[in-house]
């Protein structure tokens, strides 16, 4: 009769144990943490991106006495906002409720605070995160717009899809982090 030889089981047991450690860990809750810190990811990126409206308008300005830079006389050219309307609206409504929240200067300044805050639905396999800038001519800025009398276009200017571009290539090697982490801690590497 043949023999096969020795086995030692216990490290099978040992892989076994591990493996229902990973089957109890809550693996709802890392779905959902990954979702948000993808969602502050967004954010980080698509902030910096959003368009600022620049209300200024070029003036020439001549001098009526001299001073220490200019002397009577001189012209020069500045940038004035008469109307006192400062931009950044659009770049506050990633973090806002409403409209009325960005306009008047409202909403969370820190983005990952407000990442986290954000609810997330699953739906089947999937957990969805939604980020909305609610500043109703965001569109319009994204993706272009045409001018008040019909006649022009205004190109958009993709801030929000450029930056779901580049969190698609960082997304794989996030998670991948975040995952062997997770079995770091479950197999106690």
Not at 125 to 144: C, D, K, Q, R, T
Request: aromatic share 8%.
């Amino acid at each position: 009769m043949a023999r096969w030889g020795n086995c030692d089981y216990r490290q099978l047991q040992k892989l076994r144990e591990n493996l229902d450690r990973l089957q109890s860990a809550d693996l709802e809750n890392f779905c959902r943490d990954v979702s948000k810190e993808l969602a502050a990811r967004l954010l980080a990126l698509v902030i910096p991106r959003t368009p600022v409206g620049d209300y200024s308008k070029e003036v020439t300005v001549t001098v009526k006495r001299d001073g220490k830079h200019h002397k009577k006389g001189d012209t020069y050219t500045k940038r004035v906002t008469p109307s006192g309307k400062k931009g950044g609206t659009l770049r506050r409504g990633w973090t806002a409720r409403t409209e009325q929240e960005a306009a008047s200067r409202g909403g969370n300044s820190n983005a990952k605070a407000y990442a986290q805050a954000l609810p997330i639905k699953k739906q089947g396999g999937s957990y969805l995160v939604e980020v909305i800038n609610p500043v109703h001519y965001a569109s319009y800025v994204e993706f272009g717009h045409r001018t008040p009398g019909g006649k022009g276009w205004v190109a958009g200017q993709y801030f929000l899809t450029l930056s779901e571009q580049d969190l698609r290539a960082l997304a794989p090697a996030l998670i991948e982090k975040k995952l062997e982490a997770l079995l770091r801690e479950v197999f106690r590497v």
